[in-house]
């Protein structure tokens, strides 16, 4: 019997595995990942009570193995697993016995049109790399979807085409209001800044570089990490930089062959100014009736927890996202099963700023987090919630702007009595306050404002700003000294 068992290679899974063996130097750990490289986080800096920050790179599974001496690594998919009698199958039909197991599984991404070929979604290095290859003989893709995904990438193809399609009114409302969305249209059409010379973050390595058991030649990648597309070539074959047409409160309404498109009589629209755009392998139908021809499309539309290994013959609960519901000590409804990252759901009362989103940084914090809880409960311990549930933090890069998204920066659960506080500068910085009572809420940060450990104190320590109100973003103000 194997007293700690962790599924999963991605950052949840791996952060879990480590913190594992650094509590328990002397128990055997088994981590088993279907894919043949884990991530490792690097270079982990706080850059507040809770922002953090820190790269990750792809690393061969034995690499795990020779940092946590007691760590094993298994590269096996896990078929099922039978909860009641601590028993986990591998697909090649081995058993292993537990004690206690932590699902880390991740997501799959939600794919429109799964079983059309020209329609990809973007996941793990695997996926990127069909996506480079399609993408350097393409003259135009329509990307679908406005959180993270899309916008980067919308940010990164050069030399080809782009119709952005989103369901909303604005760009990169999973993560921005309309008016930061407004603020970053600007960039959408300028040439990208050269990032020729700046040294890559990571060390990568790709499936090539590492053999792949033949049972097991469809490997399920871990989600990739910061910077993914930083330095990945995405360049069709147009002589153009970026070419972006964004259109608005759309969904997909079918995507034609192009036998079915000459034969429906539709016009398809014209970019460019060139009518003479010859034909394309798809064609994609919006809900405003637009028809565009496309090489292929990029599905960006979210992703859905990767549970199904788990759930028959089990009594998880599951939330209405999909998630394994997991409580405030990560345990899942079955016994001794913890789950933590993409895979699963907070079903605790979250504190008054936080809320889950699927993001690198809840899944290293959710992997650490369950392991202290798998080993407090094994010695009889109670622990209480970690501190960096306390506060929704996250640091990303849009449109090469640092964005920093603090507590409820978009008004999320808050009745309609809430202020809005505004600052923006166009080109520069956009800041974004959310008030309450004359206490803050939330707040957008985009730029290099300075402003994150101010405003991370000020949500945390709810002072009341009504005094303040009318200086709290006036730029000849010093705020961090004024509120020392
Ligand atoms: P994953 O990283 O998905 O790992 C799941 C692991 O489980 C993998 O190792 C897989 O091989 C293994 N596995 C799956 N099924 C089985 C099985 N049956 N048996 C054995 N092993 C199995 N987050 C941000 O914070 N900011 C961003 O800008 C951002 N951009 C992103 C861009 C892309 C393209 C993607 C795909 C995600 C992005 N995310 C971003 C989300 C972030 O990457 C994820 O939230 C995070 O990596 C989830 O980690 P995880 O460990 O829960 O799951």
């Given at each position: 019997m194997t007293k700690y068992v962790v599924v999963g290679g991605g950052i949840a899974g791996v952060t879990c595995a480590e913190t594992l063996s650094s509590l328990c130097p002397e128990d055997e750990i088994l981590l088993i990942t279907a894919s043949p490289l884990i991530k490792a986080i690097t270079n982990y800096k706080k850059i507040t009570k809770t922002l953090e920050e820190f790269d990750v790179e792809e690393r061969p599974n034995i690499s795990l193995q020779s940092k946590c001496e007691n760590v094993k690594v298994v590269q096996k998919s896990v078929g099922s697993l039978d909860a009641k009698s601590h028993v986990l199958r591998l697909d090649d039909g081995q058993e292993v016995v537990y004690q206690k197991i932590c699902l880390c599984t991740g997501g799959k991404p939600k794919l429109?049109?799964?079983?059309?070929?020209?329609v990809i979604g973007i996941r793990d290095t695997e996926s990127v790399q069909e996506f480079q290859k399609r993408l350097s003989t393409a003259r135009r893709v329509m990307v679908v979807g406005n959180g993270g995904i899309a916008t980067e990438l919308v940010y990164e193809i050069e030399g080809c085409e782009v119709v952005w399609a989103i369901?909303?009114?604005?760009?990169?409302s999973t993560f921005v209001d309309p008016g930061a969305g407004q603020f970053f249209i600007a960039e959408l059409n300028k040439k990208k800044k050269t990032q020729e010379g700046k040294p890559s973050k990571r060390l990568k390595y790709t499936v090539d570089d590492i053999k792949i058991s033949e049972s097991n030649n469809t490997p399920i990648g871990g989600a990739l990490g910061p910077d993914?597309?930083?330095?990945?070539?995405?360049?069709?074959?147009?002589?153009?930089?970026h070419c972006v047409t964004v259109e608005k409160c759309v969904e997909v309404q079918a995507i034609h062959t192009k036998q079915e498109f000459e034969k429906s009589g539709k016009r398809c629209c014209v970019l460019s100014g060139n009518p003479d755009q010859g034909s394309w392998p798809i064609y994609v139908e919006l809900t405003n009736d637009k028809v565009y021809g496309c090489d292929f499309l990029v599905s960006a539309t979210g992703v859905v927890p990767n549970t199904a290994p788990f759930l028959p013959g089990n009594q998880f609960l599951i939330a209405d996202d999909f998630g394994i519901r997991v409580d405030d000590m990560m345990r899942t409804s079955e016994k001794d099963v913890y789950a933590a990252g993409d895979v699963c759901t907070a079903g605790w009362e979250p504190a008054k700023h936080w809320l889950q989103m699927r993001l690198w940084s809840q899944a290293r914090q959710m992997g650490a987090y369950s392991a202290q809880c798998m080993v407090a409960d094994m010695q009889g311990q109670r622990i209480s919630l970690?501190?960096?549930?306390e506060v929704f933090a996250h640091v990303t890069k849009f449109f090469n702007y640092k964005v920093i998204l603090l507590g409820k920066f978009n008004a999320q659960?808050?009745?309609?009595d809430y202020e809005i506080l505004l600052r923006v500068t166009k080109g520069l910085e956009y800041v974004k306050v959310v008030l309450r009572d004359g206490r803050m809420e939330g707040a957008i940060l985009i730029g290099e404002t300075n402003l994150e450990e101010t405003f991370e104190n000020l949500i945390l320590n709810q002072t009341d700003l009504t005094p303040f109100k009318d200086h709290?973003?006036?730029?000849?103000?010093?705020i961090e000294d004024f509120f020392d």
């Amino acid at each position: 019997m194997t007293k700690y068992v962790v599924v999963g290679g991605g950052i949840a899974g791996v952060t879990c595995a480590e913190t594992l063996s650094s509590l328990c130097p002397e128990d055997e750990i088994l981590l088993i990942t279907a894919s043949p490289l884990i991530k490792a986080i690097t270079n982990y800096k706080k850059i507040t009570k809770t922002l953090e920050e820190f790269d990750v790179e792809e690393r061969p599974n034995i690499s795990l193995q020779s940092k946590c001496e007691n760590v094993k690594v298994v590269q096996k998919s896990v078929g099922s697993l039978d909860a009641k009698s601590h028993v986990l199958r591998l697909d090649d039909g081995q058993e292993v016995v537990y004690q206690k197991i932590c699902l880390c599984t991740g997501g799959k991404p939600k794919l429109i049109a799964e079983q059309n070929p020209y329609v990809i979604g973007i996941r793990d290095t695997e996926s990127v790399q069909e996506f480079q290859k399609r993408l350097s003989t393409a003259r135009r893709v329509m990307v679908v979807g406005n959180g993270g995904i899309a916008t980067e990438l919308v940010y990164e193809i050069e030399g080809c085409e782009v119709v952005w399609a989103i369901k909303d009114k604005s760009i990169s409302s999973t993560f921005v209001d309309p008016g930061a969305g407004q603020f970053f249209i600007a960039e959408l059409n300028k040439k990208k800044k050269t990032q020729e010379g700046k040294p890559s973050k990571r060390l990568k390595y790709t499936v090539d570089d590492i053999k792949i058991s033949e049972s097991n030649n469809t490997p399920i990648g871990g989600a990739l990490g910061p910077d993914w597309s930083a330095d990945l070539s995405m360049t069709g074959t147009q002589e153009i930089s970026h070419c972006v047409t964004v259109e608005k409160c759309v969904e997909v309404q079918a995507i034609h062959t192009k036998q079915e498109f000459e034969k429906s009589g539709k016009r398809c629209c014209v970019l460019s100014g060139n009518p003479d755009q010859g034909s394309w392998p798809i064609y994609v139908e919006l809900t405003n009736d637009k028809v565009y021809g496309c090489d292929f499309l990029v599905s960006a539309t979210g992703v859905v927890p990767n549970t199904a290994p788990f759930l028959p013959g089990n009594q998880f609960l599951i939330a209405d996202d999909f998630g394994i519901r997991v409580d405030d000590m990560m345990r899942t409804s079955e016994k001794d099963v913890y789950a933590a990252g993409d895979v699963c759901t907070a079903g605790w009362e979250p504190a008054k700023h936080w809320l889950q989103m699927r993001l690198w940084s809840q899944a290293r914090q959710m992997g650490a987090y369950s392991a202290q809880c798998m080993v407090a409960d094994m010695q009889g311990q109670r622990i209480s919630l970690d501190f960096c549930f306390e506060v929704f933090a996250h640091v990303t890069k849009f449109f090469n702007y640092k964005v920093i998204l603090l507590g409820k920066f978009n008004a999320q659960g808050l009745r309609r009595d809430y202020e809005i506080l505004l600052r923006v500068t166009k080109g520069l910085e956009y800041v974004k306050v959310v008030l309450r009572d004359g206490r803050m809420e939330g707040a957008i940060l985009i730029g290099e404002t300075n402003l994150e450990e101010t405003f991370e104190n000020l949500i945390l320590n709810q002072t009341d700003l009504t005094p303040f109100k009318d200086h709290l973003l006036d730029p000849d103000i010093d705020i961090e000294d004024f509120f020392d």
